[in-house]
């Protein structure tokens, strides 16, 4: 693969650290682009909308030869798109529309690979099912107490505490973490021979 550096537009530590792990050296940049513009009710349309604004803004202030990868996850629950909670009522209210069913998680990914001639961009969605048992209130509560919900999509990390809650993922482990790595290690790969 030939490239001077990935460039992470994300603030996510979960993001850089799948990267990490596969060998990466991630420098991280952070978008400001306002988020909130983005209107759109089908979760998979959305999460690949956010993620190409975000590296389209991180790409602007980049190099040639530099690789940018943004991305973006929301959970679908019965057709309602969660993201992440801002208040601790919130964070419980969410995990209360899951608990003991499936729901869904779309992860939106978007990789720009800044060349002299023309930048090459790639973008794509992925999706995962999963299933989380039962809850009792006192559950949820003492994992919202935890502070692990406060910064994630839905309230939950699969990679945390809520893993015993969670029996069943059809999909990839990582899509539900924030980056589905294989398919975006394969992209980067396909893009900087």
Known sequence: MRYKRIVLASKSPR????????????????????????????PGKLVK?????????????CKDGDVIVAADTVVSVDGTILGKPKTKKEAREMIRSYAGKEHYVYTGVTIIYKRKEKDEEYSFVDKAAVTVLEMTN?????????????D????????????????????DFYTVMGLPIA???????????
């Open 183 to 193: 398919r975006t290690y394969r992209a980067i790969k396909e893009m900087t021979r």
């Open 15 to 42: 993001r850089k650290e799948i990267l990490e792990k596969c060998g990466f050296e991630p420098i991280v940049m952070i978008s400001e682009c306002d988020e909130s513009k983005v209107k759109e009710k089908d």
């Open 138 to 150: 006192c559950e949820i509560k003492a994992y919202v107490e935890t502070g692990e919900p406060m």
């Open 49 to 61: 909308k956010l993620s190409i604004i975000k590296a389209r803004d991180v790409a602007g202030k």
């Open 152 to 171: 994630k999509a839905g309230a939950y990390g699969i990679q945390g505490a809520f893993c015993k809650y969670i029996p069943k993922i059809n999909g």
